[in-house]
């Protein structure tokens, strides 16, 4: 049906720098908001960054003016780019789609995750 394929991630210093993407595909005809969740080992799972289909974008506060998420409609498909990063941003990202509207007969809205992807921040 849906299906979310993330890529990026990986290791970095601190102060550097590091580019998720999130692409969604399958039978769908729209998506509210996409955004990015992290879990660090041990704790409950946050809201990064979100951006709804009109462009509104939300950010924890613990990331506002080192994260900037965009989005493109076209290609289904959310970005978080993370400037700055500090040891504290380590944890397991994942991509999530909101309300999406899949195509099937009956209609209905379902969101969806992806599997994650591991971003650690260490010298």
């Known amino acids: 049906q849906v299906q979310l394929v993330e890529s990026g991630g990986g290791l970095v210093q601190p102060g550097g720098s590091l580019s998720l993407s999130c692409e969604v595909s399958?039978?769908?005809?729209?998506?509210?908001?996409m955004g990015w969740y992290r879990q660090a080992p041990g704790k409950q799972p946050k809201l990064v960054a979100a951006?709804?289909?009109?462009?509104?974008?939300n950010y924890a506060d613990s990331v506002k003016g080192r994260f900037t998420i965009s989005r493109d409609n076209a290609k289904n498909t959310v970005y978080l780019q993370m400037d700055s990063l500090k040891p504290e941003d380590t944890a397991v990202y994942y991509c999530?789609?909101?309300?999406?509207?899949?195509?099937?007969?009956?209609?209905?809205?379902?969101?969806?995750w992806g599997p994650g992807t591991q971003v650690t921040v260490s010298s």
């Open positions: 951006i709804t289909s009109g462009g509104n974008t």
């Open positions: 399958g039978s769908f005809s729209s998506i509210y908001a």
């Open positions: 999530n789609a909101d309300r999406v509207v899949v195509t099937t007969t009956p209609l209905f809205i379902k969101d969806y």
